[in-house]
């Protein structure tokens, strides 16, 4: 990455500049209340609906402005940009509206969904290695070859920018605001985002979220120098990052008050969340700031160091909603066992007429829905006047789950839930 000193840390002027350029092309986006969230931590909750920009996430507006601000000389060479998904939508959405051609290089690894959606919009798609990096560096030579326009995620003033515009948006449509919870991948988004609430509300507190699977910032921020993190799969692609550029290192130093870590499995509570309480569609990038604020409301963090009687105003950025349908299914289907509205039993019972009724309507008797059974005569018998029988099972919570194995063993059936 191309070395950044202090000195090329962007303004807020330089965001309001961005927000004339992108306005021509980007839409402001919504907020929304989440009452299910405000019960859970006791605050008002905002979600800033960046999954319904036209490209599906917030990179749009970071790659408008790049472009925008871009000789057009150097336009019509071609436009090349490294990215695993959602920036790649967003170069190639703004190349489409002002008629340039653009090249994407992306990881072999790169959700479906996204390299469609990016090779729908026009954008000639190059899958490069294993990681962003491999990717990144494919782009770079690519690049130097044909002298077109490169467009970073994140190592760009002009990303930066544009992305700081969601921060102007919301000076309008959060005017109470005491906390802003914005993802980490690169840095970009947080580094816009912090730069604009810190120069024109300083008390407004920003806090980043990382993975804990790529915790890059968070580690260089202990450090106290860019740290490097190794691969890791994560179901939140968008900031799978190895790590920030120098620039939005130095950014996330001066204005971020804190950055927080989620695992997979509050990442995945906390996309199911937004889906059925919110009828939010978000990516695992998009979700990772709902994760941070259950886990800060369980600390009272949010509350902390606030005047006696105030509520706390806290916005999560929703930055993406490109989230692959094969994901979501399992993702759906972990959520619905973890929370006990979905059961697998496996049991073995005497093999003889009757007693597979007996078994189903003791399920029935106790208000399961029956999603599947198979019954099964050879494999996984220890005697041979036995059966295996294994049911799907829709229930309403862990009560009910207790309550039928309780009522199988009562009757004499051995059931083991699967997990």
């Not at 190794?230 to 900031?239: F, K, N």
């Not at 204005?255 to 989620?262: K, R």
């Amino acid at each position: 990455m191309r070395r950044r000193t202090r000195g090329n840390m962007i303004s807020i002027t330089q965001i309001e500049q961005a927000n004339r350029k992108v306005r021509e092309i980007v839409n402001p986006t919504p907020v929304k209340r989440s009452y299910f969230l405000e019960d859970l931590a006791k605050c008002k909750v905002h979600l800033k609906l960046e999954s319904l920009n036209l490209s599906g996430s917030f990179k749009i507006r970071g790659a408008a402005n790049a472009l925008l601000s871009a000789p057009r000389a150097r336009l019509e060479k071609g436009v090349i940009a490294a990215s695993a998904g959602n920036h790649a939508q967003g170069v190639a959405q703004i190349c489409k509206r002002i008629g340039v051609r653009s090249t994407i290089f992306m990881p072999a690894r790169t959700p479906l969904v996204k390299a469609q959606s990016t090779k729908a919009l026009g954008a000639t798609i190059n899958l490069s290695g294993d990681s962003y990096d491999a990717a990144y560096a494919a782009a770079r030579q690519f690049q130097a070859q044909t002298g077109g326009e490169f467009v970073h995620a994140f190592d760009d003033p002009r990303i930066i920018a544009g992305q700081g515009t969601v921060a102007l948006e919301l000076f309008e449509q959060v005017p109470d605001a005491t906390t802003i919870i914005v993802p980490i991948g690169g840095g970009g988004l947080i580094s816009g985002i912090a730069c604009a609430y810190k120069s024109r509300f300083p008390h407004v507190k920003v806090i980043g979220v990382q993975t804990e699977a790529y915790p890059a910032v968070a580690r260089s921020l202990e450090a106290g120098t860019i740290t490097p993190t190794a691969y890791h799969r994560t179901i939140a692609d968008g900031i799978a990052v190895k790590q920030p550029s120098e620039l939005t290192f130095e950014m996330i130093k001066k204005y971020v008050d804190q950055v927080v870590l989620v695992s997979e499995d509050e990442i995945a509570d906390a996309l199911m969340a937004l889906m059925e309480h919110d009828h939010v569609l978000a990516e695992g990038c998009g979700a990772v700031t709902v994760a941070a604020l259950a886990k800060l409301s369980h600390t009272g963090m949010l509350s902390r160091e606030m005047p006696s009687g105030t509520t706390p105003s806290v916005v999560c950025i929703v930055s993406g909603g490109n989230i692959d349908t094969t994901l979501l299914q399992r993702i759906t289907t972990r959520g619905l066992l973890r929370s006990g509205r979905f059961m697998r039993l496996h049991c073995t019972i005497e093999d003889r007429p009757g007693k597979l009724v007996e078994f189903l309507n003791i399920l029935s008797n106790e208000g399961a829905n029956l999603v599947e059974v198979e019954h099964n005569r050879m494999f996984g018998m220890s005697y041979y006047d036995e059966v295996r029988v294994d049911v799907d099972l829709e229930t309403t919570g862990r009560d009910q789950q207790e309550k039928i194995l309780a009522a199988l063993h009562t009757a004499g059936f051995k059931a083991t839930p699967v997990l």
